[in-house]
């Protein structure tokens, strides 16, 4: 029982420090910036849960509810980059590519976050993720500094869901280090401005 207990803590604490901040496109707060985590690519397109998370950015944009979409994920080969093939695809689905801009070091979710925060400067944030994954990803980016609004995607309960979902009580583990060690990323480099400089861009559109 007690096993059970150490083993479900983190999961709760997740649920606990997400509280109500979690909805819909339609429900979510205006905020300058989303922040879109990767999920993988099939033959250098988006998966579709990945797809999903980008139509929900674009909305996002569309509804005039964020102004710039940062989208981060895994370009550790030359042969895998999935921040450009998000952008490639809010591109064709209306995003413009001036208001994209690119992590290519987003290796995990807490990566994401500090990186957000302290290379790209985000302070404020609407998050875009599956259901499963969105309370980790607020808690996370809380921790990181970014004040944030969970868009949780709903897919249907298939055996990726059900993965996800599973994968979730384990990540959960180690999401509870991170806000306790507060590692580095895995590369961390230089402040970048093109997230400030996508805004002042927007600001300065007619």
């Known amino acids: ?62 509804a005039g509810k964020v102004r710039v979409v940062l989208v981060t994920g895994d370009n550790s080969r030359v042969d895998y980059d999935e921040p450009d093939a998000m952008r490639t695809y809010l591109v064709r689905r209306g995003v413009p590519d001036g208001r994209i801009v690119s992590d290519h070091a987003g290796f995990d979710t807490w990566d994401s976050c500090v990186r957000a925060k302290r290379i790209f400067g985000v302070d404020r944030a609407v998050l875009v993720t599956q259901g499963f994954h969105i309370k980790r990803a607020l808690a996370l980016c ?4 970014i004040e944030s609004y969970g868009v949780g995607v709903a897919e249907p309960h298939d055996r990726i869901w059900y993965y996800g979902g599973v994968r979730e009580l384990f990540a959960a ?32 559109a007619p």
Request: proline letters at 7%.
């Open 1 to 62: 029982m007690l096993a059970t207990v150490c083993a479900l803590a983190p999961a709760t604490w997740l649920h606990a420090v997400a509280g109500d901040r979690t909805g819909t496109v339609t429900g979510a707060p205006d905020r300058e910036v989303a922040v879109v985590f990767g999920a993988g690519l099939r033959e250098g397109r988006p998966t579709p849960y990945l797809a999903h998370r980008l139509d929900a950015a674009a909305e996002l944009y569309r």
């Open 142 to 145: 809380d921790a990181a500094g």
């Open 173 to 204: 583990g180690k999401a509870a280090l991170d806000v306790a060690l507060r590692p580095d990323p895995r590369f961390l480099g230089p402040r970048e401005a093109g997230v400030t400089e996508a805004l002042a861009a927007s600001a300065a």
